[in-house]
């Protein structure tokens, strides 16, 4: 991606490329790396009264986060502990109504989850940068799950991906996690996490947020900047 390519002000980079290449072809981290993303991608891309999703949110509340969770800071994993405690007496119904206005639109939100809303001078689904994601799929032969008048950049969408390449072609974790995800992801957190009313989910933001930033910062990918318009 040249730079000033549509909003791209700069591309990203690895600063330790030698050192990103050796936890590449750590099958412990991707593992874990792999792991963390799945139970996170289901929980912000499945209704919570889905099987699978409920599945992953006990699975995550029957983790010491604080101790076994494998990837983010002291200081996130506490918060998240807190607030996933928190949320353990949050029934279903509460949380499926929450999704469907945090993640289907279906009330007032102040994060879309959607890449190409942030990046894209319209602020639309479907713009520049899903268009460039489908077009960097479609090169490496990567096939995401269909998902109906969903597009591929939606946040839990993401993830799974991630947890994909972990599992199958961790060399492009680099460069998906350093141009297509985190140039726009942090803008979200910050706005998702602003705009919780349930324990629940802002204890998944959290989480997701620290993993991702971890992530990043142990490859020692320095992520692209984009002109962000929300």
Avoid at 52 to 58: H, K, L
Avoid at 77 to 102: H, I, N
Avoid at 197 to 207: D, I, W, Y
Wanted: hydrophobic residues 45%; aromatic residues 8%.
């Amino acid at each position: 991606m040249p730079k000033n390519s549509h909003g791209c002000i700069e591309d990203y980079r690895l600063e330790d490329r030698d050192a990103s290449d050796d936890l590449l072809s750590d099958r412990g981290f991707l593992e874990a790396f792999g792991s963390a993303c799945t139970l996170l991608g289901i929980c912000l891309s499945q209704r919570p009264i889905e099987k699978e999703a409920s599945r992953a949110r006990s699975a995550i509340r029957s983790v010491d986060v604080a101790r076994d969770w494998p990837l983010g800071g002291s200081d996130a994993l506490a918060l998240a502990v807190d607030l996933v405690a928190c949320g353990a007496e949050e029934d279903e119904r509460t949380l499926d109504l929450e999704f469907q206005r945090l993640f289907r639109g279906t009330g007032m939100r102040a994060a879309a989850p959607f890449g190409s809303v942030y990046t894209d001078r319209d602020q639309v689904m479907y713009g520049w940068t899903w268009m460039e994601l489908r077009a960097w799929m479609r090169m490496h032969g990567i096939e995401c799950a269909s998902c109906e008048n969903e597009p591929e950049d939606q946040i839990g969408r993401m993830l799974l991906l991630c947890a994909a390449l972990a599992s199958r072609d961790s060399a492009l974790i680099p460069e998906f996690l350093g141009r297509h995800l985190m140039p726009w992801a942090p803008r979200f957190f910050e706005l998702f996490l602003g705009d919780m009313r349930t324990s629940t989910f802002k204890g998944l933001g959290v989480l997701a947020q620290a993993t991702l930033d971890d992530a990043c910062a142990l490859l020692g990918i320095a992520p692209a900047r984009f002109r962000l318009y929300r």
